[in-house]
């Protein structure tokens, strides 16, 4: 199966009132198509800065970031907006809505910053509404649905370009027990159907069933327990 997601020899070192500290240390990570990887870690381990690096919001000190076999590293800003653009799908702890918005123009405004054609974009909102059961709230503003309900809409955003990767960042920590069930096993169940990598920071232990693999962030690696 081919990784659609790589990281390699990934080191971060951040200044510190000039003391050099190093929040990842040659972290290596595969993830391969269909895989959804948990990442658990305690706070200040550096979870967040390995997704923005897996993200393609930092560019680590060293080390190299490979999406669909490819490498993103040394691309300029342009090209670098592009692939978060087309290739990466980011879902964040809250679903970070525009409140204006009807649920299906939520999903335009991906569609029109790639500049997909209207008619294709429209189709593949009819698609994705349906994939995450929100077809009946399609007209609705992003304010009047429940928590539940807006996690979906994130996540039908964050599938519009259907990226390789979807990146989630604690998608679950805002909604209660059984809605969190409900949208890990929908992100579980899409990561299989298309062919998607996913990578999930979270704290939820409820939802590692739902998980291929837990790695935990320690001492700047990725490890199994
Ligand atoms: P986590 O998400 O696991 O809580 P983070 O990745 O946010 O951890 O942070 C890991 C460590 O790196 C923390 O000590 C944090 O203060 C430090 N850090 C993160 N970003 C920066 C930055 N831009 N400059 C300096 N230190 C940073
Ligand atoms: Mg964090």
């Known amino acids: 199966m081919r990784n659609r997601l790589v990281l390699q020899g990934i080191t971060q070192t951040f200044e510190d009132g000039g003391v ?9 990570l595969k993830v391969a198509e269909g895989e959804l990887v948990a990442v658990m870690g305690p706070s200040g381990s550096g979870k967040s800065t390995f997704l923005s690096i897996a993200g393609a919001l930092l560019e680590p000190t060293e080390g ?3 999406l669909d076999g490819a490498s993103i590293m040394g691309k300029n ?20 809505l525009i409140p204006y918005l009807k ?15 209207k008619n294709k974009a429209e189709k593949r909102i009819d698609e994705l509404l349906d994939t995450v059961g929100l077809s009946h709230r399609r007209k609705a503003y992003a304010e ?18 259907d990226p390789a ?37 979270t704290h939820d232990e409820r939802i590692l069933p739902l998980c291929d693999r837990v790695l935990f962030l320690e001492n700047g690696k990725l490890v199994h327990h």
């Open 20 to 28: 050099k500290r190093t929040i990842l240390d040659k972290l290596d």
């Open 64 to 66: 190299e970031v490979l």
């Open 77 to 96: 800003k342009q090209d670098i907006s592009d692939v978060r653009l087309q290739q990466l799908g980011f879902i964040f702890q809250s679903a970070n």
């Open 103 to 117: 649920v299906e123009e939520q999903l335009m405004v991906v569609a029109k910053l790639a500049g997909t054609d």
């Open 144 to 161: 009047k649905l429940s928590g539940g309900e807006r996690q979906r809409v994130a996540i039908a955003r964050a599938l519009m370009n």
């Open 165 to 201: 990767v979807l990146l989630a960042d604690e998608p679950t920590a805002s909604l209660d027990a059984e809605r969190g069930l409900d949208i890990v096993s929908m992100i579980a169940r899409l990561v299989k159907e298309q062919g998607k990598s996913a990578v999930m920071v």
